[in-house]
């Protein structure tokens, strides 16, 4: 009999541990990602026009007309552009908002505006 509840207990500890380890940890981190998301405009004659970051059940990801890369955080505001080799530094004004993005890939270094995204109110009657 002693036996048996102490199986029944290391069976169960062993799957309350394994939940711990598997629960996405990454609650904070995906608030934080939000304010990345959106496009980013480049100038005229860059090897790409716009690029839109992501957020989705994979993590962040930035793609554009050249390809999809996933986004492997290495700082606060700067990241890994896998798919590609580089790396990714988001910029912000003085008033801690994102502005824009640098990209510094396959021997291009690109430089980018954040679009503002319009909000649209419901006219009063």
Do not use: W
């Not at 102490?6 to 069976?11: G, M, P, R």
């Not at 939940?19 to 790409?48: H, N, R």
Request: aromatic letters at 10%; proline letters at 2%.
């Amino acid at each position: 009999m002693k036996a048996f509840v102490f199986i029944l207990l290391l069976v169960g500890f062993t799957f309350f541990v394994s939940k711990a380890q598997t629960q996405p940890s990454s609650v904070t981190t995906d608030t934080t990602f939000k304010e990345l998301i959106g496009k980013y405009t480049f100038p005229d004659g860059s090897a790409v026009a716009e690029v839109e970051v992501l957020l989705d059940s994979t993590g962040l990801s930035m793609t554009s007309d050249v390809g999809t890369s996933v986004l492997q955080q290495l700082g606060k505001d700067s990241f890994a552009l896998v798919s590609f080799q580089g790396v990714v530094v988001f910029k912000r004004d003085e008033k801690n908002k994102i502005k824009a993005v640098i990209i510094d890939a396959m021997g291009y270094h690109l430089e980018g505006k954040k679009e503002e995204v319009a909000v649209i109110s419901s006219p009063s009657a």
